[in-house]
């Protein structure tokens, strides 16, 4: 199976920026689907961004888009997800997802352990 890795998380101001990298430890993420969702406690998992199997076409929830940036690199076999001007109300754990077809706004078919981002006033 494929196995997800988040990394870059922690702790940051109003108006800072993070940036979230998802590797992976069992095989590489060529020909997947990647994407990245977000969860607080009490509220439902939600979409965050996307990006298809070459890297060609992205798909952000309205309340990141133009601040948030999904990138693939091929290269490194990773995917990226560039965080700026960052809120409070982003704060929550980060979940990176995998999908050998398509990344819906429920998720894929595999997960990350996920990693906290915190944003303070």
């Known amino acids: 199976q494929v196995q997800l890795v988040e990394s870059g998380g922690g702790l940051v101001q109003a108006g800072g920026s993070l940036r979230l990298t998802c590797a992976p430890s069992g095989r590489t993420l060529s020909n997947y689907a990647m994407g990245w969702f977000r969860q607080t406690p009490g509220k439902e998992r939600e979409f965050v961004a996307a990006?298809?199997?070459?890297?060609?076409?992205?798909n952000y929830a309205d309340s990141v888009k133009g601040r948030f940036t999904i990138s693939r690199d091929t290269a490194k076999n990773t995917v990226s997800l560039q965080m700026n001007s960052l809120k409070p109300e982003d704060t929550a754990v980060y979940y990176c997802a995998a999908d050998k077809v398509v990344i819906t706004t429920r998720g894929g078919d595999y997960w990350g352990q996920g990693t906290q981002v915190t944003v303070s006033s």
């Open positions: 990006i298809s199997w070459n890297g060609r076409s992205t």
